[in-house]
């Protein structure tokens, strides 16, 4: 919001020798950031100039040019006339026009640029008279100002007007401009009105509102009236689309008259293009006051005026020329409620505009419901300053003295007069919320000390009604304008915002003794530095999917679409789930790093998961500011699904590198069974390793970690060869996923350290002839079970398929390691364990010694 600094004087007591820099400073000490200052880069001599004479002298190129001596008193420090070529031609002698002199310096788009006295067309021209664009004032560059037709009207700036003047303060040149960064919950701050305000709360300065006045000069509405339905089919949750419509009339309207100068010249510091006098007038207020206008020709309009929602299929044409489909959720004004005029609150209709031939003008002030035009304005991709004003909140017993001073205007500058019929239709009535305060809840909330009688001070300065003074908890109403204030942190805020946010403390808050990381917090840190070691990088993925995916791991997607979760608002359409699997997502990862030169790729993660074992619910919802009660946060969880955190890993490439020691060795699916074996080891999870065949997993190529109990640990292996085709990952890429919540349960108990021993450890090695089906997981656990407790370790250290072995069977070497904690084994002990070991695992799973 740009705020000239001269139109805020007008409605709150700035000191004269303020500058612009302290305005901003004081509204900064409120909430209002500072985003610039602005000030007229011409820079003088700029001086009204008397045209004495004009001679238009044709060229040879076809254009002609005016030659023309000017009264500038004694600016020029002679007193004669000063001689110019111009080449506008909408001013004749007589006219008084802003003339810049030699040593002037004008901004353009390519930097500042320095008049000098120079020959061209012919002549010494000494200077130039300017147009709005030059000067910065506006667009307009196909004639110069005429300083007497810019100010008609105005007698004081009229009496200025003297050859030889500096015409800097006259056209507002020499003042500065504030703008601040208005926060979404300070929409009253989109006006001169409201940071008036807010300067005053900032310095104390006398501040009294323009809309009161206004209010108590609007005539009261009639029973003649211009006619106005409000009616609303689907109003959202409750709040009416248009609550309040005033409607004024001018009639006689001289709409070519022009904007009086003065007006200009603020619509261009705020930063709005003037354009004719009943848009610019409208503008003006909207600026002012922050109630956003619109102006019909009323002669376009029916008999009444119908504010409605769009009913399907309707179209209209808006004022910038596109042809608009309306939605069902709009809400439109219409003429007689059958043809769209206006999309309410967003941009008026092409039927009803302004033209050269209007002479009767109906003056709009209606107050809309936020919501409703945030969305429309978001849906036909139109922001606008009356939305942007709108959908921030606007200041509904404002409209009106909104129309009551846009009518003033148009009536004094366009010669028109006013209907004394009147329609101020109210459909919904504004009621102030009543809000229990603690006197002391600002204090506890703070942190500072806020005594009872500041709080009911500052309050009331803000405009609330405070009732309840002298007890504990007080009742207080916000003003009109400020929607924001809805619960008492919304009032306590204002009370430290208001009070100084310098005079809250600065404290460094004492963390409580004997808290730390929680188990699961641990064993997830554990996890990671665990693979971070073995030289894997963790990376994060967007956890979205399409059924696309699912497809490509070899899901029946009907059966992976009933276990996902659909987003409500998707980032992408074509990624509208929430993922099942960390792996279906990490893929992208892999890709991404292959596609980049990086072939070598050793990836984990460690990201939720979708659980959903029932049909998706919806979550109830309730007004923000409303704590929900115990039924409706039970139902709130009970709609959201299981989230269990899992752990992805991918390799693909070399695991081994090659170099000048040698070839390397590409990695399988020993390597990722090896990195999950190693993350079990660290948090003293025992498992149980068997053959599985999962997708996206080869089925040959698979193993499943169960704990002791059967709960489902993970799978590492191969991709399916039908897996990395779909997705363009490179052949054998191994991977695994791990369910990180089941390894937090089993962690939980601590693992208890063994007393060291220092006897000597036994070596003895047995090979068990198997069955090819036979898992060595099964193997290796019945020569533990078989071996009993002095057995330390167990590890496989061959494999042998050949004739020795027989037909459809494997030999499987394994060391075992036997120590006693008090005593030296002998070896007829250790036989005796062996031999235990060796009949364990011929009961188990039929394996006989191999000779």
């Not at 946010?501 to 554990?526: A, C, E, F, M, N």
């Not at 208890?752 to 089906?773: F, G, K, Q």
Request: with cysteine; glycine share 10%; proline share 7%.
């Amino acid at each position: 919001m740009r705020v000239p600094v001269d139109w805020l004087r007008e409605y709150v007591a700035v000191p004269a020798e303020s500058t612009g820099v302290e305005i901003a400073a004081a509204l900064v000490k409120v909430g209002l950031e500072e985003e610039g200052l602005y000030a007229s880069e011409v820079q003088g001599p700029v001086v009204v100039g008397r045209v004495l004479t004009r001679e238009p002298e044709p060229q040879k190129n076809g254009k002609t040019i005016n030659w023309c001596s000017i009264d500038v008193g004694e600016a020029n420090g002679t007193g004669e006339p000063q001689w110019v070529v111009c080449g506008a031609h909408n001013f004749e002698a007589g006219d008084l026009v802003p003339v810049i002199l030699p040593g002037g310096v004008l901004p353009t788009a390519q930097g500042p640029l320095t008049v000098t006295a120079r020959k061209t067309y012919g002549h010494l021209s000494a200077g130039m008279i300017c147009s709005e664009r030059e000067l910065g004032l506006g667009e307009d560059h196909d004639g110069i100002i005429v300083l007497t037709r810019r100010f008609a009207g105005d007698s004081e700036t009229l009496a200025r007007l003297i050859p030889g003047a500096d015409v800097l303060p006259i056209l507002g040149l020499d003042r500065e401009t504030v703008e601040v960064n208005v926060t979404p919950d300070r929409g009253y701050c989109f006006s001169i009105r409201g940071i008036a305000r807010e300067y005053g709360h900032a310095t104390g300065a006398a501040y009294v509102d323009p809309a009161s006045a206004l209010a108590a000069a609007a005539p009261a509405p009639t029973a003649d009236g211009y006619r106005v339905r409000l009616v609303d089919d689907d109003p959202i949750r409750g709040r009416a689309g248009c609550s309040r419509y005033v409607a004024r009339i001018v009639r006689g309207l001289d709409v070519s008259a022009p904007t009086p100068g003065w007006i200009k010249t603020r619509l261009t510091e705020a930063g709005m293009r003037p354009i004719s006098l009943p848009v610019d007038v409208t503008n003006y207020v909207m600026l002012g006051l922050g109630q956003p206008l619109h102006a019909f020709d009323l002669h376009r309009l029916g008999e009444s005026i119908v504010v409605r929602r769009a009913r399907a299929g309707e179209r209209m044409t808006t004022l910038d020329g596109a042809d608009r489909a309306l939605d069902p959720q709009d809400l439109v004004i219409t003429d007689g409620g059958e043809t769209p005029i206006a999309i309410a609150g967003v941009m008026g209709g092409e039927s009803t505009e302004i033209s050269a031939t209007t002479t009767d003008v109906l003056i709009e002030a209606a107050h809309f419901d936020a919501v409703t035009i945030a969305r429309s304005a978001r849906r036909h991709k139109l922001p606008s300053e009356a939305s942007r004003r709108f959908e921030r909140g606007v200041d509904p017993l404002l409209a009106p003295a909104a129309a009551e001073l846009a009518v003033q205007l148009l009536v004094h500058y366009g010669g028109g007069t006013v209907d004394p019929a009147v329609t101020d239709t109210i459909e919904q009535e504004w009621v102030a919320p009543v809000i229990p305060l603690d006197a002391d809840y600002p204090s506890r909330l703070v942190g500072a000390p806020y005594a009872a009688s500041d709080v009911r001070r500052i309050l009331t300065e803000l405009g609330c009604t405070v009732n309840g003074a002298g007890e504990a908890t007080l009742r207080v109403s916000p003003p009109s304008w400020r929607p924001d204030l809805l619960t008492a942190p919304d009032l306590v805020e204002e009370v430290a915002r208001i009070d100084g946010y310098d005079k809250i403390p600065s404290v460094l808050p004492t963390p409580p003794g004997g808290r730390g990381l929680t188990h699961g917090q641990r064993t997830r840190r554990i996890i990671a530095d665990v693979l971070a070691a073995q030289g894997l990088h963790e990376i994060w993925g967007a956890p979205f999917v399409g059924d696309a995916r699912h497809t490509a791991m070899g899901w029946d997607a009907t059966q992976a679409r009933a276990r996902t979760v659909a987003i409500a608002n998707p980032l992408s359409d074509e990624q509208p789930l929430f993922r099942i699997s960390v792996l279906s997502t990490m893929v992208d990862a892999v890709l991404r790093n292959v596609a980049r030169g990086s072939k070598d790729v050793g990836l984990f993660e460690l990201g939720l998961v979708a659980a959903l074992d029932a049909p998706q619910q919806s979550a109830p919802t309730e007004d923000v500011g409303v704590h929900p009660d115990a039924e409706t946060l039970a139902a709130i969880r009970a709609a959201v699904p299981a989230q269990p955190r899992h752990l992805g890993i991918v390799l693909a490439g070399e695991r081994e590198r090659s170099g000048w020691w040698g070839d390397g060795r590409p990695a399988d699916t020993g390597d990722v069974i090896a990195l999950v074996t190693s993350v079990l080891d660290a948090l003293s999870v025992r498992a149980e390793i068997t053959a599985a065949d999962p997708m996206p997993f080869h089925p040959g190529r698979c193993a499943q970690f169960t704990l002791a109990d059967g709960s489902l640990i993970g799978h590492a292996g191969e991709l399916h060869p039908k897996v990395t085709a779909a997705l363009g990952l490179p052949a054998r890429t191994v991977a695994a996923e791990v369910d990180v919540d089941v390894l937090i349960a089993a962690s939980e108990s601590r693992a208890t350290a063994r007393t060291l021993v220092t006897s000597p450890v036994a070596y003895t090695d047995i090979a068990l002839v198997v069955t090819e089906s036979t898992p060595a997981a099964g193997v290796e656990a019945a020569v533990r079970a078989g071996a009993g407790e002095l057995l330390e370790s167990v590890s496989l250290f061959d494999i042998y398929r050949g004739a020795q072995a027989g037909d459809g069977k494997k030999s499987l070497a394994y060391r075992l390691a036997f120590r006693a904690p008090d005593r030296t084994l002998t070896t007829d002990q250790v036989s005796a364990l062996r031999d235990a070991a060796v009949a364990a695992a011929r009961s188990a799973v039929g394996a006989e010694q191999r000779v």
